[in-house]
């Protein structure tokens, strides 16, 4: 059978599949970023497939977002990237507003681990790294934490975004860190409806800040239980801002664009 002719055969998008699969386990467990895979013909050998074959289930780990292929060269392992995943989660807490909820259940999963784990390994710089994303806050919002403008509400939340990461990075956990970069895009498009709810609540930024400082000190303070602890209230107040919010939008919806 000739190569063009595989390509009708039953099994063939089975076997691209089943190569594609065995390729990531071989990208992720041997090979480096910037790493060229083998030649299609080394590839076809080892699998005992057809070149069609490799060629396929090389485009379908370009897809996955493992592999980049420029012109005529052969495929190279890709840098980590976060961009789908972060686009992923844009998409649904736009369309659908029960991603809101989604996105804070996984925080509570994520932040919790994540400042329990800062509270036990974060360095002082660190600890460092974790203030100055606070200490932007602070300075964005003023002293009366009210009234602020569009361009100081985005600085704000995109030091709120920094804060939360830059725990994430402090818990040494290489994933945790990942995971945050990505959602950094999404996180900050949900901080501009919870601060709705939080105003409606009678909050204001200050509040906000307040309750990244007592996290602050439990981390500085090593203790981890309490560090979860202001994670979680935290997390769940943003929870109810997010709850009133949405539900004042249910009330009064925006009018249609002309």
Same mark, same amino acid.
């Given at each position: 059978?000739?190569?063009?002719?595989?390509?009708?055969?039953?099994?063939?998008?089975?076997?691209?599949?089943? &190569?594609?699969?065995?390729?990531?386990?071989?990208?992720?467990?041997?090979?480096?970023?910037?790493?060229?895979?083998?030649?299609?013909? /080394?590839?076809?050998?080892?699998?005992?497939?057809?070149?069609?074959?490799?060629? /396929?289930?090389? $485009?379908?780990?370009?897809?996955?977002?493992?592999?980049?292929?420029? +012109?005529?060269? $052969?495929?190279?392992?890709?840098?980590?990237?976060?961009?789908? %995943?972060?686009?992923?989660?844009?998409?649904?807490?736009?369309?659908?507003?029960?991603?809101?909820?989604?996105?804070?259940?996984?925080?509570?999963?994520?932040?919790?681990?994540?400042?329990?784990?800062?509270?036990?390994?974060?360095?002082?710089?660190? =600890?460092?790294?974790? /203030?100055? *994303?606070?200490?932007?806050?602070?300075?964005?919002?003023? #002293?009366? !934490?009210?009234?602020?403008? #569009?361009?100081?509400?985005?600085?704000?939340?995109?030091?709120?975004? !920094?804060?939360?990461?830059? &725990?994430?990075?402090?818990?040494?956990?290489?994933?945790?860190? %990942?995971?945050?970069?990505?959602?950094?895009? #999404?996180?900050?498009?949900? %901080?501009?409806?919870?601060?709705?709810?939080?105003?409606?609540?009678?909050?204001?930024?200050?509040?906000?800040?307040?309750?990244?400082?007592?996290?602050?000190?439990? =981390? $500085?303070?090593?203790?981890?239980?309490?560090?979860?602890?202001?994670? +979680?209230?935290?997390? $769940?107040?943003? *929870? +109810?801002?997010?709850?009133?919010?949405?539900?004042?939008?249910?009330?009064?919806?925006?009018?249609?664009?002309?």
């Amino acid at each position: 059978m000739t190569l063009s002719d595989e390509r009708f055969r039953p099994d063939h998008a089975t076997a691209a599949q089943t &190569v594609a699969d065995a390729l990531a386990q071989l990208i992720l467990s041997e090979l480096a970023p910037g790493s060229t895979l083998p030649s299609e013909a /080394e590839l076809a050998a080892r699998y005992d497939v057809s070149r069609l074959t490799i060629r /396929e289930a090389v $485009k379908l780990l370009e897809g996955r977002g493992l592999l980049v292929i420029a +012109r005529g060269r $052969k495929a190279v392992v890709r840098e980590p990237d976060g961009a789908a %995943f972060g686009d992923f989660l844009t998409s649904i807490i736009r369309y659908d507003p029960k991603g809101l909820f989604d996105l804070v259940d996984v925080r509570l999963s994520l932040e919790v681990q994540s400042a329990t784990l800062a509270a036990k390994r974060a360095t002082r710089a660190g =600890i460092a790294a974790i /203030e100055s *994303e606070l200490q932007g806050m602070r300075d964005t919002v003023g #002293p009366g !934490g009210i009234n602020m403008s #569009p361009e100081q509400e985005l600085e704000f939340h995109t030091h709120d975004v !920094g804060f939360h990461e830059a &725990v994430a990075l402090a818990s040494g956990n290489r994933v945790l860190g %990942f995971l945050f970069e990505a959602m950094a895009q #999404p996180l900050r498009e949900g %901080f501009f409806i919870s601060r709705r709810g939080h105003e409606q609540r009678g909050h204001t930024m200050l509040d906000t800040i307040a309750a990244h400082q007592r996290i602050v000190d439990c =981390i $500085k303070a090593g203790n981890g239980r309490a560090a979860a602890e202001a994670m +979680r209230v935290h997390l $769940k107040d943003t *929870e +109810r801002d997010i709850r009133v919010a949405l539900s004042q939008l249910a009330r009064n919806p925006a009018p249609p664009a002309a």
